[in-house]
């Protein structure tokens, strides 16, 4: 039974609640308070293609996701046609055209690249930073600086050394800088918080569009009368920590300005990876899934391998055209390792092996993919007695991808039955690699 | 082709079964006066020093065309662009001029900051509407490959 909620009015039993919980009275006043930034690039994939191309300035761009099948980043033209985020490309053809709207294949290589500058940028401005995603980083505002004009001058740096444009939000925990940052993008990109500003914004703030609130908790948030974070707020902590545990009360403390989550300068390591693809044409071939799950693996172990760490469990997807009446025949496995391995051969073989027992004859099978989860850093992983993986590889693998990255794809692989790849989806309109590769970069002319 | 240095040594036959023991004295000693630059490690030249100060904003370009060779710009050339740096009136510049991007030397004349060319019979571009023109980065350094 849920216990019901007693909802006050006003700013003051907030206060209470947070005075009871946390004892920290002091830090009601904000001026002392740590403050949190939340540097946010705009359009970030977007605006990597515009870096070296002026003239799509002001025009609408959409980039692709990498089998250019959903659009995964717009330009602010684009948003106002009313084209949707991971709308599917066909639905969008029409318009695409109408509007004459420039198509881009995601190119992972150049906004990875352009992403390492822009956090480098900020790095060298700020002390504690945390990279959050491949376009946001936390970072504390040093103490003692005028806020507004520190931010300002970050921002200034970061566009003018990088060239992509950026918004900062700041508050007093990372949910209320994540908040700011919204704000910022709707005037000039940047938003500072004070404790007035934060009260008065709380009040129309619906509690669904906080960082971290998804649709279901806001729905049951609604049940309870809580529509808006001054409402959350509201809420005596005590009883928000018995109806959404400790979660719903740091979010809580989180919007009341209390730092709860910290900015933590160690990167912490992705918790899973995925690779898949869909087929260019649906398939019942078997050595083209082998193909196709042996380039998926292949993938992930590089990726593993740059991120110096080793993945505990495998889940092998195979799905099957959702048309006629094979929409359920489909199926994953999912296989773990006793020692966390990054090893190429290893995830090659149990992807193969999990082909086999998926395959059905007949199926027209759509996509094939490969996820890896529970990784850890390969140098704390403790030794094993009965290992399940071979000896280390990892001298002959390191060659391997310092050859690939430097031929800038796979120009050594591990052998599969296949040597064409003609089962993938192109990529037709993908940018050059303007920084990644020398036969790529931008002309100028004089 | 490893060099044999035989070294006698005189053992007491019942500590040391001379038929089993191991080549040990077989490979050269390390002896001799050591080298006197070995705690003086450097690595060899990189080009990539010369030319960049900021890794961090600064980017490649390739030239075409022939209107800055009086700047000994020459097509083909690869140009190193650093965003960082501010321009300034006489430096040689990147610029995106009506979404193309150009390189030219910015200078100060009656009307205002101008792209001009190192050619005669090339007009200079003013810089006044801040629009369509804008710098994109300063060139500090060149490399041409013969």
Known sequence: MIPKVVLYGGWSPAVRGYFDSYKLGTILDMSQATQIALLDC????????RLFRPDLMGKPVVVLSSNDGCVVARSQEVKDIGIGMSVPYFQIKDIVKQHDVQIFSGHLALYRDVSRRVFETLRAQVDQVEQYSVDEAFFVVPQGV???VFVAQVKQRVESSVGIPVSIGVGFSKTQAKCASVQAKKTNGLHVLTADSWSHLCQTLDVGSVWGVGRSLSAVFATHGIRTVADLCAVPSRQIEMLFGVVGKRLQAELQGVMCDSVNQKRALQKSLMSTRSFA????????????????ARHIAADLRAMRAGATTMRVMLRASPYGDFLLRGGSKEVVFVCPTSDTFALIAVAEAAIVDLYEQGVPYQKVGVSVHGIVPLNSTPATLFPDTK??????LRTLDTINAKAGSELITVGSRLQTTTWQARSDMRSPAYTTRWSDI???ST | MSKTTVISIA???????????SPLYAAQPAAGFPSPGDDLVEQSLNIHDLLVDNPTSTFFVRVSGDSMEGARIFADDVLVVDRAVQARAGMIVVAAVYGELVVKRLQQTKTGLALCSEQVGYE???IDDTEGCFIWG????????F
């Open chain 1, 42 to 49: 705009n359009n970030f994939f977007v605006s990597c293609e």
């Open chain 1, 146 to 148: 005028d806020s507004e």
């Open chain 1, 281 to 296: 044409s649906n398939t019942n071939d078997s050595a083209v899934l082998a193909d196709a799950v042996a380039y998926h």
């Open chain 1, 391 to 396: 000896p280390d590889m990892s001298g002959l």
């Open chain 1, 442 to 444: 931008a002309t100028v």
């Open chain 2, 11 to 21: 053992v007491a036959p019942d500590t040391v079964d001379l038929q089993q023991s």
């Open chain 2, 124 to 126: 200079p571009i003013l």
């Open chain 2, 138 to 145: 300063v060139v500090t350094g060149s490399a041409r490959v």
